[in-house]
Structures are given as C-alpha cells and as structure tokens.
Nanobody, 115 residues
Framework: QVELVESGGGLVQAGGSLRLSCAAS????????MGWYRQAPGKQRDLVAF???????NYVDSVKGRFTISKDSAKRWLYLQMNSLKPEDTGVYYC?????????WGQGTQVTVSS
C-alpha cells in the first residue's frame, strides 16, 4: 500500500556527498517519469531533478552539475547522487512520479548540510 520509501539522507558538511534511494513499489517506470522533490520547513515542495521514461535527465539550475538522478526500472528503484552539497540543499527529499501519475507522498528523507 505504501508505494514510495525514501532513504539515504543524513547530516553532512558542506562539500560532502550523499546518495538517496527510493523504493517505488507498484510504479512502472516505462510509463512514468520519476523525480526527486525537495521541501524545506515552511517552503513549497519543489522538483529538483527528474528522469523521463526514455532516460533523459533534467535538473533545476541550482543543482545542475552536482546532482545525478538515475533509476533501475526493472527493480523500480530511483536514486539521487548528491555531490558538493551546500547548506541550501537542506530539506526533506521525496521521490514521486512526475506528471499525471503522481502518487501519495512518502515520508521523505532528511538531508541536512552544515556550513
């Protein structure tokens, strides 16, 4: 029943790296673009990276060159490699479908980048 489970967050110093994972049960990647969303307390949840059905990747400018989104379609896992982290990357990261097939939100995984 729970379709999206994020993991891999933590506390890291600026300049460090984290790798986030998302187990996306019941989502067929060949029919859905998948993305990572970020939400800081009191702020909107924004899409920061997504990968299309055809494996084209897209990033918000603030993370471009530092983050890499990838997927294992057969296993229905989504990943976000986060390098050169900055304090402004801090927030709760969620995975979800991008587009009409958006699912209920999971719990997310907290990423905290200290300066």
């Amino acid at each position: 029943q729970v379709e999206l489970v994020e993991s891999g967050g933590g506390l890291v110093q600026a300049g460090g790296s984290l790798r986030l994972s998302c187990a996306a049960s019941g989502i067929i990647f060949s029919r859905n673009a998948m993305g990572w969303y970020r939400q800081a307390p009191g702020k909107q949840r924004d899409l920061v990276a997504f990968i299309t059905r055809g494996n084209t990747t897209n990033y918000v400018d603030s993370v471009k060159g530092r983050f890499t989104i990838s997927k294992d379609s057969a296993k229905r896992w989504l990943y976000l490699q986060m390098n050169s982290l900055k304090p402004e990357d801090t927030g709760v990261y969620y995975c979800n479908v991008v587009g009409p097939g958006l699912r209920s939100w999971g719990q997310g995984t907290q990423v905290t980048v200290s300066s």
